[in-house]
């Protein structure tokens, strides 16, 4: 199976990788069209396109500046090991043996604004570009116009190396949505976090995205092959709810005691 992730705001290019083991970005000539682009706006223009501070504007200016097509371990980090946050924090890659990395570049492909899809060990440059983002380009408004159907072509040619024929999303809707479905020939299961308190049960933003990055080390760490063997995820309390599920919507839920 493949599973698609989101990207994460938050970079981590201080910890030094625990692999030197690196690859190289599907879609370098797409990202450098982008960067040129964006090598055209100040940090005033960027603050307002992106709802920056000032400082991060600025710093985001400075990445765009120095963004080359060359990519080397002096200049980019392993995408699965840069990215920080509460997904990334669930998966913790750094943990992560050698054999679980190799399977992480198998079956996991990491959504992105600026690069289209990574594979985990795929050499990163650091930047800033939510996938809703509205940066025009030649090709549209927005980067889901941009993109078209690449990352859907290129999932399928992933998917038939896999040979699976399942798409596990663990992306949030904004990434998800550059996906065109009418492309993908794969079956998309979609793993639903939620949490049940006081006889309510809802989706916890932080709480589900730490969710998803522990579901993808629990893949990794028992070599799921099929979207059953992930109703074993029982990871930081979490538990499968059959009642709620079905084929295409895996329903996974904690229990908290009532306040």
Not at 143 to 162: C, K, P, T
Not at 185 to 211: C, H, L, P
Request: glycine content about 4%.
């Amino acid at each position: 199976m493949l599973f698609a992730l989101s990207p994460a705001k938050a970079l981590d290019y201080d910890t030094p990788p625990q692999t030197a083991t690196h690859t190289q970005p599907a879609f370098i000539p797409q990202a450098a069209t982008l960067i040129k682009t964006l090598k055209t706006f100040d940090p005033a223009q960027v603050s307002e396109l992106m709802s920056l501070s000032d400082k991060l504007a600025a710093l985001n200016v400075a990445r765009y500046q120095s963004w080359s097509k060359t990519f080397t371990t002096k200049n980019a980090k392993q995408a699965v090991l840069a990215f920080d946050g509460d997904v990334y924090d669930g998966l913790s890659a750094k943990t992560m043996t050698p054999k679980q990395l190799d399977w992480l570049q198998a079956h996991l492909c990491i959504l992105s604004g600026l690069y289209g899809v990574l594979r985990p060990l795929d050499l990163m440059q650091p930047y800033r570009l939510e996938m809703g983002t509205r940066l025009a380009t030649d090709a549209g408004k927005n980067l889901y116009q941009f993109w078209g159907n690449r990352i859907a072509s290129y999932l399928n040619d992933r998917a038939e190396v896999d040979g699976s024929g399942v798409l596990v999303n663990l992306a949030s809707e904004e990434y998800f949505k550059s996906v065109d479905r009418s492309v993908l020939k794969t079956k998309v299961v979609t793993s639903v976090f939620d949490e049940q308190k006081n006889g309510q049960t809802k989706v916890i933003s932080f709480m589900a995205k730490r969710a998803r990055g522990l579901m993808v080390r629990f893949a990794a760490e028992n070599r799921v092959k099929k979207p059953a063997d992930l109703t074993h995820f029982e990871t930081d309390g979490y538990a499968y709810i059959t009642a709620d599920s079905n084929a295409e919507r895996l329903v996974f839920r904690r229990s908290h005691a009532a306040a």
